[in-house]
């Protein structure tokens, strides 16, 4: 009882006259923490309706903090200083459950239930207020690299789960992002940071998303932007999915995924001119490739964003990455009806100008027909299924054709095959032929 009284009246102090350790003291009280807090927030709401609130943001994050049968928050709900719940789910979004405090209203009735407390007006208003002096909170954080580097590696998720849910703070949130680039080295760099470095003739936010930085760095979509000194950003959370599916511009410069579909660059009117040349040269190969692949490609066309790989698979601007693709897939629960429309039409996109293409090309021209081209336009498109994040359809057929080529490689017969199971199907064969011979 003593513990709740004093908790009471922390709200009546001013901020000025309690000390850093007093702070630490009362965040240990109500949170149960070992460790001090990061940060605190202690205001008081005057106007419309009064109430006054701490707020603290913890050091660490709790590790069943997206836990579905947690409780909701860590908000203690006082009433002129005496104590409601300590569980009013609507004083505070879910992406701000982390923060740990207390509230004093002066204006809520001291009867109120919780089916009352859902409906009131007065309790949206102070939600609305804490959101902000949270991300106020977090403004302070930000002044220290070092705390806000813990900060971000702590609760960074929730961030982007507040980016993705409240649309009207989402813009003031996009500050706090960091993200691993191109360019940006041992640190995680801004998005207001990357404005800075843009080029002249760059529009764009490049990003890509994928499973880790290591595989990104090496990823063939982001050659052309390598080559032109574009920055692009490296997206290796499940939620940066989510997140960017609501975040459409920083400061008037439109996120665009390197992995899909739209993904234009400034060209001179040679380069058009070659492109054109390059198209029709190419036309009967795109075409040849496209019937072979059948429906497992909408279209073949050739890349602008590639400069060192033969070909890669690019999906729908509007629809799942190979990355969300993945993600869904991994669902325990999925719901596997929205898979079928969501999931990707995948285009492949070739480079003319790398040596097995044009050598394809060589080989397209003089015999249609040819197994080899075959082989080799199936062989393609299976590496890209796996350059571009996808997982491979059919794993046994891929593996096939490598051991083709492999056999090809050490000049030995395809025809040739000693394996002992091939020995057993022709011994039953012969077997079969042989009775039926008698029965003749």
């Known amino acids: 009882r003593d513990r709740v009284s004093t908790q009471s009246t922390w709200g009546t102090r001013d901020s000025k006259d309690i000390t850093n350790e007093e702070y630490a003291a009362f965040y240990k009280a109500i949170s149960n923490d070992w460790e001090e807090h990061l940060a605190v927030k202690h205001f008081h709401v005057e106007g419309q309706l009064e109430f006054k609130a701490i707020l603290f943001t913890p050091r660490r994050a709790p590790f069943d903090m997206f836990e579905t049968n947690k409780k909701k928050n860590n908000i203690k709900l006082y009433v002129r200083r005496v104590f409601i719940m300590d569980n009013c ?138 080559i032109r000194g574009y920055e692009v950003l490296f997206m290796t959370d499940p939620i940066d999915e989510y997140a960017m599916q609501q975040l459409k511009d920083y400061e008037d410069k439109k996120f665009v995924s390197v992995t899909k579909e739209g993904l234009k660059f400034e060209e001179t009117e040679e380069e058009k001119k070659r492109k054109e040349e390059e198209k029709a040269s190419f036309e009967s190969l795109t075409k040849l490739m496209k019937e072979v692949l059948g429906d497992k490609v909408e279209k073949v066309l050739l890349s602008d964003r590639i400069v060192n790989s033969p070909c890669v698979l690019v999906t729908g601007e509007y629809g799942w990455s190979a990355n969300m693709e993945r993600i869904m897939k991994a669902q325990a629960l999925r719901d596997t009806s929205t898979s079928s429309y969501m999931t990707s039409k995948k285009s492949m996109e070739i480079n003319p100008l790398h040596p097995i293409v044009k050598e394809l090309k060589k080989k397209a021209d003089e015999d249609k027909s040819d197994k080899t081209v075959k082989d080799l336009v199936w062989l393609l498109f299976d590496t890209s299924l796996l350059t571009s994040g996808f997982s491979l359809e059919d794993p046994a057929s891929y593996a096939d054709r490598i051991h083709r080529m492999i056999k090809l490689g050490l000049s030995l017969d395809d025809s040739a095959d000693d394996t002992p199971l091939a020995a057993e199907e022709e011994d039953e064969a012969d077997e079969g032929e042989s009775k039926m011979e008698e029965v003749d």
């Open 89 to 226: 789910e609507d004083i505070i979004p879910d992406w701000l459950t982390f923060v740990k405090g207390i509230v004093d209203s002066e204006d809520l009735p001291l009867n109120i239930s919780r089916q009352q407390l859902q409906q009131n007006k007065i309790l949206k208003v102070i939600k609305k207020n804490l959101i902000k002096k949270c991300l106020e909170m977090f403004d302070e954080i930000a002044e220290n690299k070092d705390d806000f580097k813990k900060f971000n590696e702590q609760f960074g998720k929730n961030l982007k789960l507040g980016i993705h849910e409240d649309s009207q703070n989402r813009k003031k949130m996009a500050d706090f992002l960091r993200y691993f680039s191109t360019k940006s080295g041992e640190e995680p760099t801004s998005l207001k940071d990357y404005v800075t470095r843009m080029k002249e003739a760059q529009k764009d936010i490049y990003y890509i998303t994928g499973e880790s930085q290591k595989q990104l760095e090496t990823s063939p979509f982001i050659e052309q932007c390598k």
